[in-house]
């Protein structure tokens, strides 16, 4: 059964930093698309950032500049670097894979709570 943990939420004064980390117990981890999606109370859940099998990488507009995904193929795991953390980053964080052909997966979620 494939899982998605993420860890590393928590709360952070506003201009702070947080990594989350997203880990797959999943075969062939590399082949998947993987992302991470954001939703704050009342609102819609939306891409954060993603990253392609080939390591491209994409983020919203809101978060460009600040947050990093990256992946480590080795240790079947993407992670989400954030830093100049805004009160306006406040959600629960969830992490995303898709494989080639199939449906995807969610994790469970990781609040992140900005303090101003």
């Known amino acids: 059964q494939v899982q998605l943990v993420e860890s590393g939420g928590g709360l952070v004064q506003a201009g702070g930093s947080l990594r989350l980390s997203c880990a797959a117990s999943v075969s062939a981890f590399s082949s998947y698309f993987m992302a991470w999606y954001r939703q704050a109370p009342g609102k819609q859940r939306d891409m954060v950032a993603s990253?392609?099998?080939?390591?491209?990488?994409n983020y919203a507009d809101s978060v460009k500049g600040r947050f990093t995904i990256s992946r480590d193929n080795a240790k079947n795991t993407v992670y989400l670097q954030m830093n100049s953390l805004k009160p306006d980053d406040t959600a629960v964080y969830y992490c995303?894979?898709?494989?080639?052909?199939?449906?995807?997966?969610w994790g469970q979620g990781s609040q992140v709570t900005v303090s101003s």
């Open positions: 990253i392609t099998t080939t390591g491209n990488t």
């Open positions: 995303r894979g898709i494989p080639r052909t199939g449906y995807g997966y």
